[in-house]
């Protein structure tokens, strides 16, 4: 059975960091790409960030130079490091990963993310 768990949201200042973790069970994240989304209310989900199994990773414009993803293999955990944030990125944000084999789309709980003004 596969788990993800996010952690790390909260409240900070405009400003401020958080670092979120997605820890998994019953999957691999280094044989998978793994992404992260968020979705504020009465907005779509949409896609931030993403690290595929080599380790390439690629952002949303409105965050290309304040989050970074990474991937620690031996904890089977990505994060979000989240800086210099702004009260535009104040959402739910949820960790993805699909694998192939077999075919599954995969969703953790979300962990609510505020930023104040």
């Known amino acids: 059975q596969v788990q993800l768990v996010e952690s790390g949201g909260g409240l900070v200042q405009a400003g401020g960091s958080l670092r979120l973790s997605c820890a998994a069970s019953?999957?691999?994240?280094?044989?998978?790409?793994v992404g992260w989304y968020r979705q504020a209310p009465g907005q779509q989900r949409q896609l931030v960030a993403i690290?595929?199994?080599?380790?390439?990773?690629s952002y949303a414009d409105s965050v290309k130079g304040r989050f970074t993803i990474s991937r620690d293999n031996a904890k089977n955990t990505v994060y979000l490091q989240m800086n210099s944030l702004k009260p535009e990125d104040t959402a739910v944000y949820y960790c993805?990963?699909?694998?192939?084999?077999?075919?599954?789309?995969?969703w953790g709980q979300g962990t609510q993310v505020t930023v104040s003004s």
């Open positions: 690290i595929s199994s080599g380790g390439a990773t």
């Open positions: 019953g999957v691999i994240f280094r044989i998978n790409a």
């Open positions: 993805n990963t699909r694998t192939a084999l077999p075919r599954g789309d995969y």
